[in-house]
């Protein structure tokens, strides 16, 4: 319950959007946004608006200065600000902010030093692909668990296809029926 921010940090298909969406259906009082898609004026009237407990923010290296600088604000004093001609409102929230992104590289160091924990995700094992593929697949997808385990070896095992669950998925996708020789192709 304390205002504490996280930062996730890992490659594209780490399950950092799955994580930030589980959450999501967690916390009733969460607001989701992607970085690539919002404004610091969008922002602001989301965060006024809905009071979120918690602001999932998706993508967030994607974000641009002036969204930052809500940010900033926010994680820093909870203190939300809009300042238009002849009006001043300002709000107090006690939210907490998850963000995701592939680098924080490009990330103000203002920025990350508001972020209390910085967690960088590493990239999967052969065994822990394999793994996800098959819950993945198996739950999300309706693959029966032995091919969905079977989808997950190829793709790893594959020169052509990169090492991703989201690939893994298309390869599912694309299947009308679930046999060696359509999976090998």
């Known amino acids: 319950k304390k205002r504490l921010h996280f930062l996730l940090e890992g490659s594209p298909a780490t399950a950092k959007s799955l994580f930030m969406l589980c959450i999501q259906q967690a916390f009733p009082q969460t607001y989701y946004a992607t970085g690539s898609r919002t404004t610091a004026p969008g922002l602001t009237d ?30 820093e004093s909870g203190v939300v600000v809009e300042t238009k001609h002849r009006r001043h409102t300002s709000i ?13 590289h490009r990330l103000p160091p203002e920025l990350l030093s508001r972020f209390d924990f910085h967690l960088q995700l590493k990239a999967y094992s052969k065994d822990e692909f394999i793994q996800v593929c098959t819950d993945y697949l198996s739950r999300s997808e309706n693959v029966p668990t032995g091919w969905a385990e079977y989808i997950g070896k190829r793709v790893w095992d594959s020169p052509n296809i990169p090492s991703d669950i989201r690939k893994a998925r298309g390869v599912a996708r694309i299947l009308d029926i679930y046999d060696q020789k359509a999976i090998d192709l």
Do not use: F, H
Not at 57 to 69: G, H, V
């Open 46 to 75: 989301a965060l006024k608006t809905s009071e979120p407990e918690v602001l999932l923010l998706d993508e967030i290296e994607k974000c641009d200065m002036q969204s930052y600088a809500v940010l900033l604000s926010l994680m």
């Open 92 to 104: 107090r929230l006690n939210t907490i902010v998850i963000g995701s992104c592939n680098s924080s």
